[in-house]
Every structure is written in C-alpha cells, then in structure tokens.
C-alpha cells in the first residue's frame, strides 16, 4: 500500500483487496474463485473450468493478463493479440513462468462475459469520495478491442453508457436491476475497503456479466481513470 495523488491511500494489491471482500457471504458470492498462481493450483482450476485467467497481484491496464482455455489435446493461451498452444500442463506452467517474470500471479475463474458482435464487455462503477460521502460517479460498459478478451480502454476498449451496453445485451426490464445490483455491491464493497484501508478515496470496480446474468467482481481499483 502506499500514498496516491493529494494523499489518497492506493492499494495495489488484487489479492489483499479481494481477501476483504471475501469475508462478507453477500459479496463473495459474486467473486470469481481464486487461487495464488503454482503449478498444483494451476492444474486444480484447470481441472474445474472450462478457461482460465492468469494475472499479476499488481498491475493495472490489463498488462500481463493470460487466458487458458482447454482446448482437445493441450490448452490456448492468449496473451495480448497472440494464441498459442500448448500440449502438457508443465509446458502451459513454464509459459505462464516466462510472462510474469517473477511477479506473484494469481489464477481466476474465467467468466464467459456477455457480448457486442461477438467482443467481450464488461463494466466500471466508480465510486468517489467527497466531503466525507461516498458518491458513484460513473457506470459505464468497456467493450474489448477485436480480437482482444480485456476491455481495458487503454488497450483499444471502446466505452459505452452504461444502460446503454446493457440493452445490447439484456432485455431492456433487466437494465435497471443490473445496474442496480452493481453498484448496491460497490457500496458495500466500498464499506469493507474502507474499514480495512482508512484513506481511500476513490474506487473503481470492475463488473462482468456472464451469458445466463449473474454478476461478477472481477477487479478493484483505488486509483480508477
């Protein structure tokens, strides 16, 4: 943890971050499950989804972020733009080893994340704090870049208006309560944080919604663009 901008406390850390939100039985259930990136946890999530994603404790933008998918004979790994594939779990092991670098990683149920013309979306609720009140400033789609399986903008996503997005994807009765489920999870997420992280000033969660509309947590930021 450290100081961000005007003294706003930053906590970098996914993992710290989700290990909060796990202990309250509302939000966890909208946790994707976790485990610390090594070669037995790796094969264990392997062996309970259909994909996988892999990425640092700290990092943002989506920068060293892996997918593994199964795949007859060995697994995909798609990495930025790039698919390659693999035959045995040891392989898979010493690629994912190469990426990160000796950065701690950790491994995340994949979440078959609604779509646009077939481009992965996901959403930003951002919550800021101002004279001692918490206030959403923003919830909004991101819609991947062609191609691509993150949504971050500063990798070619494109951003939607929230209920917008929602309409291409749902039923328009369904908008308000996805938005409505989303950011009544914020703020309780936002409690937690807080309690546990005096100083934060701002936060940014990121939203998936799978196929069948089930809400998932899939990131927190204390320093949100």
Not at 95 to 123: A, E, V
Not at 138 to 160: D, S
Request: proline share 4%; glycine share 10%.
């Amino acid at each position: 943890m450290r100081k961000g901008g005007k003294g706003v406390r930053n906590v970098a850390n996914k993992w710290s971050k989700f290990a909060v939100l796990m202990r309250h039985s509302g939000v966890a259930k909208h946790i994707p499950t976790m485990r610390v990136f090594n070669p037995a946890n790796l094969q264990w999530m392997l062996q309970r989804f259909s994909f996988i994603v892999a990425k640092p404790f700290v990092g943002t933008g989506g920068h060293r972020v892996v997918k593994i998918t199964k795949d007859a004979g060995g697994y995909v790994v798609q990495y930025y733009g790039s698919r390659t594939k693999v035959h045995s779990l040891s392989q898979l092991a010493a690629k994912i080893n190469r990426i990160r670098q000796g950065r701690r990683f950790m491994l995340q149920q994949g979440i078959s994340l609604t779509t646009i013309h077939s481009r992965p979306l996901d959403y930003r609720v951002k919550l800021v704090k101002v004279n001692r009140k918490w206030a959403i400033r923003a919830v909004v789609g991101r819609l991947a870049r062609p191609g691509l399986f993150v949504t971050n903008l500063c990798q070619g996503g494109t951003m939607l208006k929230g209920s917008n997005a929602l309409r291409q994807t749902f039923p328009k009765s369904l908008v308000k309560s996805k938005i409505a489920t989303m950011c009544g999870v914020a703020r309780t997420c936002t409690f937690l944080l807080e309690s546990h992280y005096p100083g934060i000033g701002a936060l940014g969660y990121d939203f998936g919604i799978d196929r069948q509309g089930r809400v998932w947590i899939l990131e927190v930021n204390t320093r949100p663009h």
